[in-house]
Each structure stands twice: as structure tokens, then as C-alpha cells.
């Protein structure tokens, strides 16, 4: 049987430890706004209305994560709800990144099945991706409510929030572990999404 080097297992126990480290401070800071962006997301899928998620690369892969455990089912049984990851179209991205520019990739599927009372989720590690914030500004002009998921300072993506959007920063510096806690906060989200409806 392969042992691992003796090297290895201090690293492993280290990322372990910041994980656990990093989820302790995002409950802490997060747990009370986190219910408040599950229940006005239930609220909006109460409504008729539709979740728009967009992110890049480790986001992306959030984002439609999230959308399949809507559109199908997270641990309980209720109706699909819908939600649409604006990252899955490869078409719709490299036609809008090769015609206009890359920071459009999420703007205009934003202006196009965005309606007053829908809302998005924008995923950003550092709050400094042009292409979510140009997503949020449109949602904004549009009527939608704002749910960011951020880290570290929440960059440019935090300054652009009014006070009825609602951002969700994770309080730590590393990419990795903001991911980390971006997931679990989506969970938390689809688990009280599964409970408004199991109670309908």
C-alpha cells in the first residue's frame, strides 16, 4: 500500500485546519445575511419570477451547480424552480466575447431574459470581474434584486450595491477558500429554497 511522503500530511492538515477556520469566521459574519438572501430568493421564486447566476471559472461552475439543483432537486422533493447559469452557453459566450467584448458575456443575457423582479446572483472571488459587474449594473437598471457572493475587500462589485442588494463576503484572502465557502453558502441557500416549497 503507497504511503504518502511525511511532507504531505502536515499540508493536508493545514488546509484542513484553514477550511475549518475560514467556515467558523463565514458563520459567524455571514449566517444572518445569508437567511435574509435565501428568503428574498424563496420570495422571488414564490413570485413566478426567475434566478439568474453568472461567475467565472470556478464561479461558472458554481453557478451552474446551483441552477441544476433548482431546475432539478436538492434533497427534497418540489416542483423544478427556475434558474438559468449564464455560463453554460458556449455559442451565446464566444459570439458576444468575439462581436462586442468579454465584460458583455453576461450583460446581455442579463437585458435579454432579465424582467423586473427576477434576480441574479453574481459570483466573484475578489469583486473585480468586469464581466459580473456589468452584469450587476444592467440587473440594477433593470429591476432585478441582487444577490453577490464576494471575498476578501468585495472590490468594485461591492461599491456598485444599493442598500436592497445584498452581498455575502466571505472574511478571508484566499481564492480557494472563498470557493470553499461560496458552495456551502449556495447549499444553505437551496436547503431553505427546499424548505419553503416542501411547506407548499
Same mark, same amino acid.
Given at each position: 500500500m503507497h504511503k504518502p511522503s511525511p511532507l504531505i500530511d502536515p499540508v493536508v492538515e493545514r488546509l484542513f485546519e484553514q477550511h475549518l477556520e475560514t467556515c467558523r469566521r463565514t458563520r459567524s459574519a455571514l449566517a444572518g445575511p445569508v437567511a435574509r438572501a435565501a428568503? +428574498?430568493?424563496? @420570495?422571488?421564486?414564490?413570485?413566478?419570477?426567475?434566478?439568474?447566476?453568472?461567475?467565472?471559472g470556478g464561479s461558472a461552475a458554481d453557478a451552474q451547480h446551483f441552477s441544476a439543483e433548482l431546475l432539478n432537486r436538492f434533497e427534497s422533493e418540489r416542483r423544478p424552480l427556475p434558474a438559468i447559469a449564464l455560463t453554460t452557453d458556449t455559442s451565446t459566450l464566444t459570439s458576444i466575447a468575439n462581436d462586442y467584448a468579454y465584460q458583455e458575456v453576461f450583460a446581455k443575457p442579463v437585458r435579454?431574459?432579465? +424582467?423586473?423582479?427576477?434576480?441574479?446572483?453574481?459570483? =466573484? @472571488? =475578489?469583486?473585480?470581474?468586469?464581466?459580473?459587474?456589468a452584469a450587476v449594473r444592467v440587473a440594477q437598471e433593470?429591476?432585478?434584486?441582487?444577490v453577490a457572493l464576494t471575498g476578501r475587500d468585495g472590490g468594485a462589485l461591492a461599491a456598485l450595491l444599493r442598500p436592497e442588494d445584498t452581498e455575502l463576503r466571505v472574511p478571508d484572502p484566499s481564492t480557494a477558500r472563498i470557493q470553499e465557502m461560496h458552495i456551502l453558502i449556495l447549499h444553505v441557500i437551496c436547503a431553505v429554497i427546499d424548505h419553503h416549497f416542501a411547506a407548499r
Amino acid at each position: 500500500m503507497h504511503k504518502p511522503s511525511p511532507l504531505i500530511d502536515p499540508v493536508v492538515e493545514r488546509l484542513f485546519e484553514q477550511h475549518l477556520e475560514t467556515c467558523r469566521r463565514t458563520r459567524s459574519a455571514l449566517a444572518g445575511p445569508v437567511a435574509r438572501a435565501a428568503s +428574498q430568493l424563496a @420570495t422571488t421564486l414564490t413570485a413566478g419570477r426567475k434566478i439568474l447566476i453568472c461567475g467565472n471559472g470556478g464561479s461558472a461552475a458554481d453557478a451552474q451547480h446551483f441552477s441544476a439543483e433548482l431546475l432539478n432537486r436538492f434533497e427534497s422533493e418540489r416542483r423544478p424552480l427556475p434558474a438559468i447559469a449564464l455560463t453554460t452557453d458556449t455559442s451565446t459566450l464566444t459570439s458576444i466575447a468575439n462581436d462586442y467584448a468579454y465584460q458583455e458575456v453576461f450583460a446581455k443575457p442579463v437585458r435579454a431574459l432579465g +424582467q423586473p423582479g427576477d434576480a441574479l446572483i453574481a459570483l =466573484s @472571488t =475578489s469583486g473585480r470581474s468586469a464581466n459580473v459587474n456589468a452584469a450587476v449594473r444592467v440587473a440594477q437598471e433593470m429591476g432585478l434584486g441582487i444577490v453577490a457572493l464576494t471575498g476578501r475587500d468585495g472590490g468594485a462589485l461591492a461599491a456598485l450595491l444599493r442598500p436592497e442588494d445584498t452581498e455575502l463576503r466571505v472574511p478571508d484572502p484566499s481564492t480557494a477558500r472563498i470557493q470553499e465557502m461560496h458552495i456551502l453558502i449556495l447549499h444553505v441557500i437551496c436547503a431553505v429554497i427546499d424548505h419553503h416549497f416542501a411547506a407548499r
